[in-house]
């Protein structure tokens, strides 16, 4: 059953940064800012192969994601679950992360999957299977 | 030496909230929106006995803070090391982080720590050892 109610499925497509985590090896755990696109019941985020997170992701199989409003009292809440590295069929993805990151009207013509993996780019993949953390949020 | 060069200081200081990042026994890390306030080379974040993120310092002795700007390119970095749960002398922190709560002009009066024991507030305080994921900062 899904994790993700219509008020947080709201949330989430009213927001385009988040603050993803990932578990490194015999280290402490890592957190960065990224863009991310909901994908039904899955986040989307574009990075590049050699990152530490997409190490992490490789290894561990698992990345959360906290998003947050921008304006008081910060509403917010923490997704994780289950992540993969994706390199097939990533260019309507990537081509909507890139408009975000731009903020331009348009997304651009997506790349084919040869294109992007020339450049070392991929799409990390969480499954939303767990909420938690849920603040300021009728959810 | 401090990591905390100058610019990284500012940015600190021109935010009230970021997501804090902790390490649980045996599970994966937990990630939560808190208000913090810098003392000089440390974050302190006001909690309360009992939420796992304070369990999780007392056990672990380690916590991250990701500071983001809210607006595009949206500036972040990622502030870790050594954590402790605070009880004594925390009035005053904790009274200017109750201010960045509600918005209000000035600081609440400090309470006692005795009067914050009796409803187990404490204030978790993360050494920046650390300063990783810099993000559209002059650091």
Same mark, same amino acid.
């Given at each position: 059953? $899904? !994790? ?5 499925? =709201? ?7 988040? !603050?993803?985590? *990932?578990?490194? #090896?015999? /280290?402490?755990?890592?957190?960065s800012?990224?863009?991310?696109? @909901?994908d039904? =019941?899955?986040?989307?985020?574009s ?6 997170? !997409?190490?992490?992701?490789? @290894?561990? &199989?698992w ?7 921008? =304006? @008081?009292?910060f509403p $917010?809440a *923490?997704?994780s &679950?289950?992540?993969e590295v994706? *390199? ?5 993805? *990537?081509? +909507?992360? #890139?408009?975000?990151?731009?903020g $331009? ?7 084919t999957?040869? #294109?992007?993996a020339?450049? &070392? @780019? ?6 939303i =299977?767990? !909420? +938690? /953390?849920v603040?300021?949020?009728? #959810?």
């Amino acid at each position: 059953m $899904s !994790v993700l109610t219509p008020p947080l499925r =709201e949330f989430l497509d009213s927001q385009i940064v988040g !603050v993803m985590c *990932t578990e490194p #090896a015999g /280290a402490h755990p890592l957190q960065s800012v990224v863009y991310y696109v @909901r994908d039904d =019941e899955r986040l989307l985020i574009s990075s590049v192969v050699g990152r530490h997170k !997409v190490g992490d992701v490789e @290894r561990g &199989g698992w990345a959360s994601l906290c998003v947050m409003g921008n =304006e @008081r009292p910060f509403p $917010s809440a *923490t997704f994780s &679950g289950r992540a993969e590295v994706l *390199t097939e069929n990533i260019g309507p993805a *990537t081509a +909507a992360l #890139a408009q975000r990151f731009v903020g $331009s009207e348009e997304a651009p013509q997506p790349q084919t999957d040869e #294109a992007l993996a020339s450049v &070392g @780019r991929i799409i990390v993949a969480i499954a939303i =299977e767990r !909420v +938690a /953390a849920v603040g300021h949020l009728d #959810a």
